[in-house]
């Protein structure tokens, strides 16, 4: 695997793993008592990042394959 495609955004995330976009969407939002504290975790680690445009409230996220793997797995393999 090329290290450009250990890192991916949210849209792809979701399609490579086989999960909804939202339930990705979910664990990246500070309102989720319940997975915002792994985030923090994650983005301290280094396995997540996200760009926050000055004055805007959307954040681009960027997500390693690794964090997706502690959220829900190994990555399905499609033959």
């Known amino acids: 695997m090329k290290e450009i495609d250990k890192y991916m955004h949210v ?7 086989g999960v909804p976009i939202e ?5 990246l939002k500070p309102a989720n008592k319940y997975t915002w ?3 923090l975790e994650m983005i301290e680690e ?3 990042k ?7 409230k959307q ?5 390693s394959t690794a964090a997706m793997e502690r959220w829900f ?3 399905i393999q499609i033959k």
């Open 37 to 39: 504290p792994k985030t």
């Open 73 to 75: 797995g190994e990555k």
């Open 11 to 17: 849209a792809e995330a979701a399609e490579r793993w």
């Open 59 to 63: 954040k681009n996220w960027i997500i």
């Open 23 to 27: 339930t990705v969407k979910n664990k």
């Open 46 to 48: 280094g396995l997540l």
């Open 50 to 56: 996200y760009h926050q445009q000055e004055g805007k």
